[in-house]
């Protein structure tokens, strides 16, 4: 079963900030998160492993609670090259390194 | 290479053909993957390779589909006597470590007619 991501679609103006949830049923070892632009492919954003530690680059950032089975993706003074579908990739355990990836989230920023 | 290079970028076939999809990882990585992609959806997973050794093959639809990558290097996705159904864009990816960020090629968009 996929993990779920909310809110499915959301419209923002440039320099608002954004959340992007992703939820499994599954007790999870690693949470990626990937932005994919329409017709191009998958690009990775940030991989989250199991402790709970939050990273981020630039205005990017995520957090893992694994006793959830949740991650977030939050997105700072939104650009307008942030619009595109995200994905969570959730990996089950250490080794098994195949994601199963989630409903995808789809970001729209307008100016 | 720069990049994950896959061959063709589009692939039009008659049911019942066999078809072969290529797939050039980026230089010294180790894990490579394949996923099915349909549109407005998550890449779903088909199977990975460790090196030579194919890991994982559980996401492989049926018998009709197989992969390999003979030297650790290049991989070959094969779908033998193709259906209406198969008709996707697949996706190979592959990362530098085990369990690491993939890196995605363009894809081959498979149509099936």
């Known amino acids: 079963q996929q993990p779920v991501q909310s809110p499915q679609a959301v419209i923002l103006r440039e320099g608002e900030d954004a959340v992007i949830n992703c939820s499994s049923s599954?007790?999870?070892?690693?949470v990626h998160w990937y932005r994919q632009k329409h017709g191009e492919a998958p690009v990775f954003l940030m991989i989250?492993?199991?402790?709970?530690e939050q990273k981020g680059h630039d205005k990017i950032s995520a957090s893992f609670n694994e006793k959830k089975q949740q991650s977030s993706l939050y997105l700072t003074a939104s650009q307008l090259s942030y619009s595109g579908t995200y994905f969570c990739?959730?990996?089950?355990?250490?080794?098994?390194?195949?994601?199963?990836f989630g409903t995808g989230t789809r970001l729209t920023i307008i100016p | 290479g720069a990049g994950v290079s896959q061959s063709p970028r589009y692939k039009v076939t008659k049911r019942g053909q066999d078809v072969a999809l290529r797939c050039d990882p980026i230089?010294?990585?180790?894990?490579l993957y394949w996923y099915r992609q349909a549109l407005g959806q998550g890449p779903e997973f088909l199977t990975y390779?460790?090196?030579?050794?194919?890991?994982?093959k559980s996401g492989l639809p049926n018998d009709r589909f197989s992969a390999e990558r003979p030297e650790g290097s290049i991989s070959t996705l094969t779908i033998q006597r193709t259906e209406q159904r198969d008709s996707a864009m697949y996706r190979c990816?592959?990362?530098?470590?085990?369990?690491?960020?993939?890196?995605f090629g363009s894809g081959t968009r498979l149509t099936v007619v």
């Open positions: 990739g959730t990996e089950e355990n250490f080794g098994n390194e195949k994601l199963t």
């Open positions: 989250l492993l199991k402790g709970g």
């Open positions: 990816a592959s990362s530098l470590e085990t369990g690491g960020g993939y890196t």
């Open positions: 390779f460790n090196y030579e050794a194919q890991q994982d």
């Open positions: 230089s010294g990585h180790v894990s």
């Open positions: 599954k007790a999870l070892y690693s």
